[in-house]
């Protein structure tokens, strides 16, 4: 009986002991991207091009921010875009470093007859601006909107205006870019005397192209009264009948280190030579249509590399091959001082190639 009895205490039917479950083996899932560190996000997004950076801003906050970070942005190509000029800012608010704006259409926020936009409000607060070569040659720009924009591009050390509508306030805004070296100015309207003056201020300028853009004689007296003595490139080609004799004897005490310049188109220009032969280090020179321009065997003396003469009335390119037998005569018809493309390479700005937002 007792028997009985504990065979039903120990029975299933009975028992209360609780029989744990065996679990199966959890499968090992896969890391997804979500899981790696910030770190190793951007160096994967390092690699890939700006179309396909500006599509993962759009997947979540957290990439957003990761987007933004400077390293992702040093080069950009918005060329022969329309943009509106408040993204400008947002562009530079990434951290570029080299921007090509080249024949590109940019508008003002601003409405005809609005009131003024300060466009401060879109400057980052907590990172300053990183531009250093910047290239709106060509591009349709308004000049109030130029203004704003140099005023803050105090880290600037190229830039190109080709082409653009300037005033004194453009030239005031360049006073802040304390190491800007290279600048075009080359067809720019609206360069006036009292503007040329503040170039005074930049005294790390060595490359400098103003040709066809001085059309009277006090702002090349203005000009050559403001050059850099640390100035080793200077074009003031199309001059006319402005620069005479003396600007090119003072142009050459003001800046005796010069290696290369361009006074082409320069008609009056008559005993020039004596001033040039004073130039020793001078290496190009080109003096294309200058045909008053006497005693050029005078030239002799100098080490020139490049001579260029086209289109000379009194002299065949014989006589320069004869008198210049190491210089190269000729070989380049249009200038290529402080311009940023030279040759094929359309999407580099002085040596330093960019990216396009559209992938080709």
Sequence with gaps: MSSERTAEQFSPKHSTQVIPAVSAPPKSNPSQISDLPDEVVLNVFSYLHPIYLVKCTLVCKRWNQITKDPSLWPRLDLGLKNIKFPHIFSVLNLGVKYLRLAQSK???AAKSGAAIIDYSAYLSTWRPLRIQYLDLSMSSIPVSCLNELLQHCCTIKKLSLESLEVNEQTFSCLKKAQDLDTLNLCLCQGVSPSGVIHLKALTKLESLNIAWALRDRMGI????????????????????????????????????????LDLSDCSTLQYSCDSL?????????A?????????????????????????????T??????SFPKAAINQCRTSTIARPTVGQKKSSIWGMRTRPLVKV
Aim: with cysteine; hydrophobic share 45%.
């Design 106 to 108: 940019i508008v003002s």
């Design 221 to 260: 007296i203005a000009l050559i009264d403001s050059l850099s003595h640390s100035l080793k490139r200077l074009n003031l080609s199309g001059c006319r009948d402005s620069l005479l004799d003396p600007d090119v004897r003072n142009l050459v005490k003001a800046s005796p280190d010069l290696i290369e």
């Design 277 to 285: 032969i004073q130039l020793k280090h001078l290496r190009h020179l």
């Design 287 to 315: 003096i294309s249509r200058c045909d008053n321009l006497v005693f050029i065997e005078k030239l002799t003396c100098l080490n020139l590399e490049c001579l260029d003469m086209f289109t000379h009335d009194l002299l």
């Design 317 to 322: 390119e014989d006589f320069l091959f004869t």
